[in-house]
Nanobody, 118 residues
Framework: QVQLVESGGGSVQAGGSLRLSCAASGIIFSLYTMAWYRQAPGKQRELVALINRDGSTNYLDSVKGRFTISRDNAKNTLYLLMNSLKPEDTAVYFC????????????WGQGTQVTVSS
């Protein structure tokens, strides 16, 4: 059974930090491109950060220099370190896994709420 379970969300003041985690099970983690998406109320879901199997990364322009995505293949876990948080970062953050060789194989976590107050 495939599961992606996010944790680490919460409420912080602007300028604060949070670290999100995504624990994966039921997949061969090292074969997947991993990513974090977020969705604010009334807004479309957007890609926040992505990490490929080789460790290369991509970031949404508005989070560059503030967020860091990483993965630990030995622990089947994805991370997102968020520093210098802003109110506009408020959203539900979702973990995503896409199989590099079977792209139609994609999995989502249940989401974790991040709220940043001013």
């Amino acid at each position: 059974q495939v599961q992606l379970v996010e944790s680490g969300g919460g409420s912080v003041q602007a300028g604060g930090s949070l670290r999100l985690s995504c624990a994966a099970s039921g997949i061969i983690f090292s074969l997947y491109t991993m990513a974090w998406y977020r969705q604010a109320p009334g807004k479309q879901r957007e890609l926040v950060a992505l990490i490929n199997r080789d460790g290369s990364t991509n970031y949404l322009d508005s989070v560059k220099g503030r967020f860091t995505i990483s993965r630990d293949n030995a622990k089947n876990t994805l991370y997102l370190l968020m520093n210098s948080l802003k109110p506009e970062d408020t959203a539900v953050y979702f973990c995503n896994a896409k199989h590099d060789f079977v792209p139609s194989t994609m999995h989502w976590g249940q989401g974790t709420q991040v709220t940043v107050s001013s």
